[in-house]
């Protein structure tokens, strides 16, 4: 069984300041991990994945992540908030093999202040 | 652009009704998966088609249902509709296992349905 946990339903930062979106998972394989971004009125697109190596990822628009396993976290960071950044950030795992089956986090939403 | 498409964008009906939604997949993608979001519920997963084969099922009502087409579209019906399925429908595709799919999906914008 998987699940993800995001903390925080809404977050509200300062344009400029740092931006950390938290989500904690739980899986009973190796996961795949990921960060998607949602505008308002539009689907739903890929931030950045973990799958493995490296357990620090970068993303688009200046995002990256950290895969710690011991924590069973992947929180997202930016480190200056940008108006443009406005959006909802749903965190998602992935079982690592077969036909994959995705549980989404509940998003959270951020708010930039300017 | 995903490459995914879904259509109608919107769709006004009334209580009772029964509606289609149509997802075209990604090139070369065979599996398409449905979610519906509301804003009392979050994203919730409905279904997992393969293929044309049916290979999970999440929070879908009976009242739903959904199929793939050999040509690898999909349809989502939604019949006996009530106020509270007023949501945003989306369906997403992902690549073969096998080919280095890691279960990143890839999101349509979406069918707005709103019941009246």
């Known amino acids: 069984a998987q699940s993800v946990t995001q903390l925080g339903s809404h977050v509200s930062v300062s344009e400029g300041a740092l931006v950390l979106l938290r989500c904690n998972y739980s899986s009973s394989v190796p996961p795949y991990l990921f960060w998607y971004v949602q505008y308002p009125n539009q689907g739903l697109q890929l931030l950045l994945k973990y799958t493995t190596g490296a357990t620090l990822v970068k993303g688009i628009n200046g995002f990256e992540a950290e895969f710690k396993k011991s924590e069973t976290s992947f929180h997202l960071t930016k480190p200056s908030a940008h108006m443009s950044d406005a959006a909802e950030y749903f965190c998602a795992v992935s079982n690592s093999g077969g036909y994959q089956k995705v549980t989404f986090g509940t998003g959270t939403k951020l708010q930039v202040i300017p | 652009d995903s490459g995914v498409t879904q259509t109608p964008k919107h769709l006004i009906t009334a209580t009772g009704q029964r509606v289609t939604l149509r997802c075209s997949p990604r090139s070369g993608d065979l599996s398409v998966y449905w979610y519906q979001q509301s804003l009392d519920q979050g994203l919730q997963f409905l279904i997992h088609?393969?293929?044309?084969?049916?290979?999970a099922k999440g929070n879908i009502l009976e009242r739903f249902s959904a199929q793939q087409f050999p040509d690898l579209h999909s349809e989502l019906n939604l019949s006996s509709l009530e106020l509270g399925d007023s949501a945003l429908y989306f369906c997403a595709s992902s690549p073969s296992p096998g080919t280095g799919n890691t279960g990143e999906l890839f999101f349509g914008e979406g069918s707005r349905l709103t019941v009246l």
């Open positions: 088609y393969y293929n044309g084969e049916e290979r």
